[in-house]
């Protein structure tokens, strides 16, 4: 299959190197070129301009959020000059009300849409262990099977319209970071009351809360490790926000999400956003005078 990458990230790199290894024919654009090089080398094609990653079967995109999507022309101008049948997977995590413009302005040029955001960090994306969550019309991901299958380890299928997946991985990045702001406070009230915090994770992490947050980014917060990223700070307090912007829209309040916005903007504030988003769990100590 040719396809072409826009976004080479942490994530799309390692996303592009496993569609080489399947044999895949990859045509990759990037801002910055050193990450366009590493790929090169182990055989991608690179792009000279953003189009020419739509002349092939299918066009992947990675980017950061809504407005490096509108900065390319995704949503209108460089969509003209895609190749004929072209599908087109977003796999950013971006906005509802953004997930329905896209779709609608691809309708109308009679490309296909789908919306395929991923939950894992960049080693589950260099391993092939994504969870990808795709959204649109089913004959369209149905061909794309096999692309989804030499990058993730499940391909989960939540509704006909990729607004639909977007939701949902919004609604699962919450989560997330409401467990992290739940670890970042239990953890700040142990230490403050002498208790080694490091294992009451282990007991709690290897018992009732035996998921791969709790025992990851647990893992994170107890040893203070907020660097090297694996998803920053700041892009967390973008998703919060996604989710705030949801609950508007479908008439309902978050609580949680408000109470972590703050504490995302206060680390922001701080010069953190670049750190991991598990920094979140040091900015409850932080506030906790530890």
Same mark, same amino acid.
């Given at each position: 299959?040719?396809?072409?990458?826009?976004?080479?990230?942490?994530?799309?790199?390692?996303?592009?190197?496993?569609?080489?290894?399947?044999?895949?024919?990859?045509?990759?654009?990037?801002r =910055?070129?050193? /990450?366009?090089?590493?790929?090169?080398?182990?055989?991608?094609?690179?792009?000279?301009?953003?189009e020419?990653?739509?002349?092939?079967?299918v066009?992947?995109?990675?980017?950061?959020?809504?407005?490096?999507?509108?900065?390319?022309?995704?949503?209108?101008p460089?969509?003209d000059?895609?190749?004929?049948?072209?599908?087109?997977?977003?796999?950013?995590?971006?906005? @509802?009300?953004? +997930?329905? %413009?896209?779709? #609608?302005?691809?309708?109308?040029?009679?490309?296909?849409?789908i919306?395929?955001?991923? &939950?894992g960090?960049?080693?589950?994306?260099?391993?092939?262990?994504?969870?990808?969550? @795709?959204?649109g019309? /089913?004959?369209?991901?149905?061909?794309?099977? =096999?692309?989804?299958?030499?990058?993730?380890?499940?391909t989960?299928i @939540?509704?006909?319209?990729?607004?639909?997946?977007?939701? &949902?991985?919004?609604?699962?990045?919450?989560?997330?970071?409401?467990?992290? !702001? %739940?670890?970042?406070e239990?953890?700040?009230?142990?230490?403050?009351?002498?208790?080694?915090a490091?294992?009451?994770? !282990?007991?709690?992490?290897?018992?009732? &809360?035996?998921?791969?947050?709790?025992?990851?980014?647990?893992k994170?917060?107890?040893?203070e490790?907020?660097?090297?990223?694996? &998803? +920053?700070?700041?892009?967390?307090?973008?998703?919060?926000?996604? #989710?705030?912007?949801?609950?508007?829209?479908?008439?309902?309040?978050? /609580?949680?999400?408000?109470?972590?916005?703050?504490?995302?903007d206060? #680390?922001?504030?701080?010069?953190?956003?670049?750190?991991?988003?598990?920094?979140?769990?040091?900015?409850?100590?932080?506030?906790?005078?530890?």
């Amino acid at each position: 299959m040719k396809i072409g990458i826009i976004g080479l990230g942490h994530m799309g790199s390692g996303i592009a190197e496993n569609l080489l290894r399947a044999g895949h024919d990859v045509t990759a654009w990037n801002r =910055s070129p050193e /990450p366009l090089r590493k790929l090169i080398e182990k055989g991608a094609t690179a792009a000279n301009n953003p189009e020419d990653a739509l002349q092939g079967d299918v066009l992947l995109s990675m980017l950061a959020n809504d407005a490096a999507i509108q900065a390319l022309g995704l949503d209108g101008p460089l969509l003209d000059k895609a190749a004929k049948g072209l599908v087109h997977a977003n796999m950013a995590t971006i906005s @509802v009300g953004f +997930a329905r %413009t896209l779709a #609608a302005a691809h309708e109308s040029r009679g490309i296909d849409y789908i919306a395929a955001p991923v &939950f894992g960090r960049p080693d589950a994306a260099a391993e092939a262990r994504l969870l990808i969550v @795709v959204g649109g019309r /089913p004959e369209k991901i149905k061909c794309l099977d =096999s692309l989804f299958g030499a990058i993730g380890r499940r391909t989960l299928i @939540v509704g006909d319209l990729p607004e639909q997946a977007n939701l &949902f991985k919004i609604a699962g990045n919450f989560m997330i970071a409401s467990a992290i !702001e %739940t670890m970042g406070e239990a953890f700040a009230l142990l230490r403050k009351g002498g208790v080694d915090a490091a294992i009451f994770h !282990e007991v709690m992490s290897g018992s009732l &809360f035996t998921g791969a947050v709790f025992q990851n980014y647990g893992k994170l917060i107890v040893e203070e490790r907020y660097e090297p990223a694996g &998803f +920053a700070l700041k892009l967390g307090l973008k998703d919060i926000n996604l #989710a705030r912007e949801a609950a508007i829209d479908l008439n309902m309040t978050m /609580p949680i999400a408000d109470l972590i916005r703050e504490h995302f903007d206060e #680390a922001i504030s701080v010069g953190w956003g670049e750190k991991d988003w598990s920094a979140l769990g040091g900015i409850v100590a932080k506030k906790a005078g530890l």
